[in-house]
Every structure is written in structure tokens, then in C-alpha cells.
């Protein structure tokens, strides 16, 4: 039988990426097995078991995760620094720079950059998804792969566009590879993106999605029951007309929706057109 021929490079990268692998953490492999605190271990295998050795107590620095050196605080901690610096930030600018410099959410240690925002500051509706995803994470922009080209496009068929109209994530890094935030990322990101709502202060909010729209309107049901609803989202100093529809994501693997997503999106056209402006 004729083996089959060695992968090219191009190959084994498109399969690493097929398989979630899209990021390295050190700039060299690591050759596990020539490490020499492992290998008299390694050596053993082949032994008799009655032979064998117990292998020595891993130290707590092997033990930790490679997380560029960095250990982010416990989860309560974490949730309770930012409120505390989500409340204090007076604009956009500085709750970016805060954003920059917080610590307390583990997903900034594996991500390449922050995602912040795009668009308009002033603009009268704001749009919120879930997380960012690779090409986000490579560009530091929210939405600018498929699904943000899709988001393009929607936003376009209702005469908005990136400069009448802000985006936004309520997390701000990206998980790796692009695995779902887990709750408690998302309470410690939670903070923050409310305060950016309430300082981008839009007559319309639309949530993109189940996770940012249960996130942020305090609902339990699934995108097929809010989408299209009518919410009232509370910032504490103004109450903000919000709608759910479906994240572009969704739209790209079941372009069927596209005709409810429509309808969600005449919905904010009608909305922005009867608030005072």
C-alpha cells in the first residue's frame, strides 16, 4: 500500500484551524519530554510497576497555567473591581483605558488585543453582541469578519452605517477558540459594558443574539421568544427602548431567519424614526 503523501504546510495549518488551534503561546515548541524534572518518569515506563517509582509533587509553578505569566483574581474579587472601576470611568476614553488595564477577567491573558467599540459615540442606537471572535481579535474591532459584513449589510438596508450607529461586545476579549464566555467571564465583563451603554446613552439598543440579549435584558427565554420584542433597559439615570433579534452568526448558518431579522430590523428603523432626536 503507498502511504499517503506528507501535508503541506498550508494543509496542516487549515487543519489546526479546522480543529480550534489558531494561537500559540510561546514563540518555540516545547519539547515535554526532555524536560528534566520529567524525565526520569518517562524513563519508568517501560519498568516492571513493582519498579516504578512515585513521581514527585508537581510544583505549583508547572502547576499554574500558561497564561503569559499572568493570574487573574478570584472571581468574586474580580466582579467587585469592576463594578468599582466601570462606575468611576467619566467617558468612553476612560473607560477604555480602564478596560485596558484590568486584570480581573483570566480571557485578556490569551487574547491578542482588547475590543473595545466602532461606529459613532453620539449615535442613536447601539448594537451589542456576544464576544469577539478571531478576526476581531487579530483587527481590535468588533464585527469585521463574515458575520460583522452581514452586520454591514442589515444596518445598510435601513440606511445606517458605521458612522450613524455603534457596536459593541459585553465581553471584551476573545475566548479561545471562540468557546462560549463562561458565566462568570461574563459577570466580570458585565460592568463595563453597561457602563459603555450608559455612556454611548442611544435612543435604541439592539441585542445581537441569546447570550448578550439574557445578559443584558434579564431574561431567561431564547432568541426565538425576545427576538423582535420591545424592552425597557434600565441605566439608572434613563430608561433605553432595547430589541433583541438574531446575532449575524446565526443568520450566516440558517439564512432562513433572515427574513425575521428583517422584520426586527424595520422595527428600529420605525423606532428611530418616532424618538425625538
Known amino acids: 500500500m503507498t502511504p499517503d503523501p506528507a501535508p503541506t504546510l498550508r494543509q496542516l495549518l487549515t487543519f489546526y484551524l ?34 516504578r517509582a512515585l513521581p514527585a509533587a508537581m ?5 499554574a497555567p500558561a497564561s503569559r505569566g499572568e493570574v487573574a483574581p478570584p472571581p468574586e474579587a474580580a466582579i467587585a473591581a469592576a ?14 483605558a480602564l478596560l485596558e488595564s484590568f486584570d ?3 480571557l485578556k491573558f490569551t487574547a491578542t488585543r482588547m475590543v473595545f467599540g466602532d ?28 458575520s460583522g459584513k452581514l452586520l454591514d449589510r442589515m444596518i445598510a438596508a435601513i440606511g445606517l452605517d ?17 468557546r462560549t464566555p463562561t458565566p462568570q467571564e461574563t459577570q466580570i465583563c458585565l460592568p463595563f459594558i453597561q457602563r459603555h451603554i450608559e455612556l454611548v446613552n442611544p435612543d435604541v439598543l439592539v441585542t445581537l443574539g441569546n447570550p448578550s440579549t439574557q445578559t ?9 421568544k425576545t427576538r423582535g420584542r420591545w424592552f425597557d433597559y434600565d441605566t ?6 432595547a430589541i433583541a433579534t438574531f446575532h449575524p452568526a446565526y443568520l450566516l448558518r440558517s439564512p432562513s431567519y433572515k427574513r425575521m431579522s428583517w422584520q426586527d430590523l424595520r422595527a428600529i428603523a420605525k423606532a428611530l424614526e418616532q424618538a425625538p432626536s
Open 216 to 224: 443584558l435584558l434579564s431574561t431567561r427565554e431564547g432568541i426565538m
Open 83 to 96: 463594578r468599582e472601576a466601570a462606575r468611576t470611568a467619566p467617558s468612553l476614553e476612560a473607560l477604555r
Open 236 to 241: 439608572g439615570t434613563r430608561v433605553i427602548k
Open 162 to 178: 458605521r458612522s450613524s450607529a455603534y457596536i459593541s461586545n459585553v465581553i471584551a476579549w476573545r475566548p479561545p477558540g471562540n
Open 18 to 51: 479546522e480543529a480550534g488551534v489558531d494561537c500559540a503561546l510561546t514563540e518555540e515548541p516545547v519539547n515535554r519530554l526532555s524536560d528534566p524534572e520529567l524525565a526520569p518518569v518517562a524513563q519508568q515506563v517501560d519498568a516492571p510497576k513493582s519498579q
Open 59 to 63: 510544583p505549583a509553578s508547572a502547576a
Open 119 to 146: 461606529g459613532n459615540p453620539q449615535a442613536r442606537v447601539m448594537f451589542v453582541g456576544e464576544a469577539p471572535g478571531r478576526e476581531e481579535d487579530i483587527e481590535g474591532l468588533p464585527f469585521v469578519g463574515r
Open 104 to 106: 480581573g477577567c483570566a
